[in-house]
């Protein structure tokens, strides 16, 4: 009884000096964190101080809708593709321009057609800006809602297109887009 009575007086200089080092901690954290240039939602959250609002939207659609699962980085766990780095080749033909939109998660997200293509075109160009053609066109909203009425069968698709990919020259080999064993296709 005479303990817990004694933890829950803290001096007050003692817990300013608490409150001071807490919010030191942060800030220095905060300063590591964010990469002065960087466009990655956690980033931004952090430099905004952890404020979604404060985003772009395309960044704050990324951030409440893929980031759970592909990464602030684009890039996570073993068993979800990779976008960092080569989401980007898909566009450098037809049918992978096509399968970006027609991946389950993209095609069936509850957001708008001009959200979606907004996303699409900020996540290409905040990941992958390298992979991307020289003459990309930005996706539009009415593209995107025509090429979301499809459903594909994912692993066969993508199959299908890395092999048109490798056949007109456009990545290296199938590795450019392997993905590991643990993934099932
Ligand atoms: C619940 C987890 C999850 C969420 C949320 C999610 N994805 Fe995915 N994503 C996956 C998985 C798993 C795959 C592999 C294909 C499949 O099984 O559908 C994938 C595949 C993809 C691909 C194809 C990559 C490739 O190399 O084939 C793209 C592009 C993509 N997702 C974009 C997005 C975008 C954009 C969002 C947000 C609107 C999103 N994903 C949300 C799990 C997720």
């Known amino acids: 009884m005479r303990r817990r009575q004694r933890a829950g007086i803290v001096p007050r200089p003692l817990a300013a000096a608490l409150a001071l080092s ?15 240039g960087s466009n990655v939602p956690d980033a931004l959250t952090r430099r905004s101080g952890l404020q ?4 772009p939207r395309a960044a704050q659609l990324y951030a409440t809708n893929c980031q759970g699962c592909h990464g602030e980085v ?7 593709p990779t976008l960092a780095g080569r989401v980007g080749y898909f566009t450098r033909i037809p049918e992978g321009r096509r399968y970006l ?6 095609a069936l997200n509850a957001n708008s057609d001009a959200d979606i ?4 075109n900020w996540l290409l160009a905040t990941y992958s800006r390298a992979q991307l053609p020289p003459d990309f066109q930005p996706y539009t909203a009415s593209e995107v809602g025509a090429l979301r009425q499809a459903r594909i069968e994912v692993a066969t698709t993508r199959r ?12 290296p080999s199938a590795d450019a887009l392997a993905l590991p064993h643990i993934v099932l296709y």
Request: aromatic share 0%.
């Open 22 to 36: 807490i919010a030191l901690a942060i800030t220095i954290g905060t300063g590591r964190a964010a990469p002065p």
């Open 101 to 106: 939109v027609q991946v389950p998660n993209v």
């Open 160 to 171: 299908r297109v890395i092999d048109a990919l490798v056949a007109a020259g456009q990545i």
């Open 117 to 120: 293509a907004a996303l699409l």
């Open 52 to 55: 979604l609002a404060r985003m």
């Open 74 to 80: 684009g890039s996570s766990a073993a068993e979800i």
